[in-house]
């Protein structure tokens, strides 16, 4: 994915690193977004909960584009909310760059994902654990991004479900066959070994926020995971 207008652009690495927000400290926001940037991350990942779709409700729009005013990364928003055709255009004015919505609220998905392609963002469509990689099979040709959460979406500091590690594998799979490249973003409890498994399994983008945010040293515990990534995927 290329990105024109920031500064930093995805380009010379192959798997990336997004910090969720979710685990920083609001009232420090921004100085942690500082941090996690100078530390080397590659996005800027925003959990978008309606207390709804997900028993949790978080931030919207308004916070985002102050969010876009104070780093240069990409932002990476991913809405775990019902109704999400509703509000593509408010994200897109915020300064979201990629924009991800749940296959299980999307009945018309291929309307959707275009959608937010025609408003020029990059398209991401995630997929809760139980939700079967099938129901993707259809739209992998048209989106950028496939992120497959490897917890119950909704709050930050659970464990990471290892039986995702297969479904990983088989993403990279059918992504293989096809002539275009699709990110695979994972999504929940992803630490320095589970960084290691998901990139071995086939992660091109980690989400990470808990093991980020809540380390005594933020910009250690960024450089750990990076440094557990790279190691792994030079074994490919
Ligand atoms: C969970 C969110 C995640 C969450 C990850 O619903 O989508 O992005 O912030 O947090 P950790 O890394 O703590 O599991
Ligand atoms: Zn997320």
Redesign the pocket.
Known sequence: MNFKRRRKTLLPKTIKLAA?I??ADFAHLAEEINLVEKAGVDFI?L?VMDGHF?PNITFGPAVIKKIRSVTDLPLDA?L?ISEPNRYLEDFRRAGVDILTVHQEVCPHLHRTVQKIKRLGMKAGVALNPATPLVTVEEILTDIDLLLI?T?N??????TFIETMLSKIERAKQMIRKLDRTVEIEV????DGLTAEETTRAGATIL?????IFHANDISESVKDILKKMKSESKRD
């Open positions: 969720s979710l685990s990942h959990d997900v991913h775990m959460m917890v979406p909704g709050f930050g500091g659970q999504d929940g409890g992803i989400v990470s926020g808990s093991a």
